[in-house]
């Protein structure tokens, strides 16, 4: 049983994919800085938000509910809080989980060391090939008006009014899958 120990933790070593990075996890929205969130995203806090639909489903609600006419529909979007006019813009983002699977890149080496083949190309192609991918995708908006650059700032006297209208409308997101009637209600 002591000669089967070591080569059952090689074995699972061998076998096992290594996490390298994780996608967060979001419950319900987040509150966070762009550009620590992912890159690409502005400086400025974003209202973050899981999307289990499928892709452009929220550029459709937008367009639908505002009534865009596909004219500026995830930048400078406007609507009113309280007899104040705002504007939001938004970003469909994507997080891909990514691990590592030790046995296919172990068995690529193995094969081109075996055919002599020592280019740093194959070493390469290698690696990208053992590496899985899984998508998380999430809906990043920010908010700002004339005078205000961040409406989402901690700083900023309206933001409690400005979260609960960005909560209702991702409430209204979710529970609409005919954006039509999102014109009704309107």
Same mark, same amino acid.
């Given at each position: ?61 937008? *367009?639908?509910?505002?009534? #865009?006419? !596909?004219?500026? +529909?995830? /930048?400078?979007?406007?609507? @009113?809080?309280? &007899? ?16 590592? *699977?030790?046995?296919?890149? #172990?068995? !690529?080496?193995? +094969?081109? /060391?075996?055919?002599?083949? @020592?280019?740093? &190309? ?65």
């Amino acid at each position: 049983m002591k000669r089967f120990a070591p080569l059952l933790l090689f074995a699972l070593l061998l076998f096992s994919c290594i996490p390298l990075r994780i996608a967060p996890q979001i419950k319900d929205n987040k509150i966070v800085m762009g550009k620590r969130f992912k890159k690409g995203l502005p400086k400025k806090y974003v209202f973050v938000f899981e999307d289990t639909k499928a892709a452009d489903q929220f550029y459709n609600y937008i *367009n639908t509910k505002f009534n #865009l006419q !596909d004219y500026y +529909v995830d /930048v400078q979007v406007p609507f @009113e809080i309280e &007899e104040r006019e705002y504007y939001l813009s938004f970003y469909e983002v994507e997080i891909a989980d990514k691990a590592l *699977n030790l046995f296919p890149l #172990l068995a !690529d080496v193995a +094969v081109n /060391v075996a055919l002599g083949n @020592e280019d740093f &190309e194959n070493y390469v192609a290698t690696t990208e090939n053992s590496t899985v991918r899984q998508g998380n995708y999430y809906i990043a908006i920010e908010v700002f008006s004339e005078t205000e650059k961040d409406c989402l700032s901690e700083k900023y006297s309206n933001r409690p009014a400005v979260l609960t209208y960005l909560r209702e409308l991702k409430g209204e997101y979710y529970s609409t899958y005919n954006y039509n009637e999102v014109v009704f209600k309107n």
